[in-house]
């Protein structure tokens, strides 16, 4: 096997339907950081050590050091996620990203008390001088439950048989999604094969427009083009932002847009919270009435993951998207 910094994960490919029968299993997709770990003795890992590496080869090991405890018994080389939880409960890859690239060690203890990261450790690349990369997954499977993590921060997640209900009780508590793997599958380093699958879960909902933003490098003096919304979700306490939107947004879609919000402008942010500076630069603020779906990876977030614009929904207005209203009937709230 090679040195951990040259040694790259498999990957999942796209699929279009869940697989069935005996010869699959299926494991939930962790919303977190793909990494490669080796402990000492292995992959040109000191004795006693433990090493990270990102699916690119960068060296992450001081980012988690909560994740530093090599398990006992024979060295060993893994592929897994390093997730942390968002107060809703979630994996949440916003919760880690601040720590991804910090190395002075006061910072990252202190961001490592806060919000401890687990290790979700699902393959097995590697025990002592054994490469087990050529074995199948059924196998490299049960050596790796007969490993002993528990003092490491490191665990082994379950996998299920039925990967239509493992679907969707992932869409139902918010998480990314699943990943599909065949039990016969031999481990291909850097190789995206079809015999891992990934299904990631997209989520509709409705929400408040409170500006857009022109397309950058536009032709000076040159009309500007309506490339991306900035939308909310009203409450209680007023508009709250959730993000900017601008896939989705072609030609047509913009031309749509731009005469929609022509007599909607305004001086001022409609939102009740602060938008952050690089949304908030060049935006034109709109009175919030106009009501659009977006599709979006996940639920429960502050801001919306991978939004893609959808349409207008021309049949609601701002007011029936408060809570206790009823009649909101976007798919996905």
Sequence with gaps: MPDLSSLRPMLAAPGERVPAGAEWRHEVKWDGVRALAATGGVAGVADGAVELRSRNGNRITE?????????????????????????????DFRVLAERIHLRKASTVARHAAATPATFMVFDLLRVGDEDLTGLPLAERRARLEALDLGASGWQVPPQYDDGEMLLAATREQGLEGIVAKRLDSRYRPGERSTAWLKFAHRHRGSYVVGGWRPQTGSRPGGPERLAALLVGEPTADGLRYRGRVGSGIGAQQSRLLAGLVADLGRDDSPFADDVPRVDAAGTHWLEPVLVV???THGVGYERLRQPSYRGVRSDLAAEDLLPGAHDAVGEGR
């Design 63 to 91: 980012a988690w050091p909560e994740l530093l405890t090599a398990p006992p018994g024979p060295p060993l080389v893994v592929d897994g996620e390093i997730i942390a939880l968002n107060d809703r409960g979630i994996p």
């Design 293 to 295: 779906d977006v599709d």
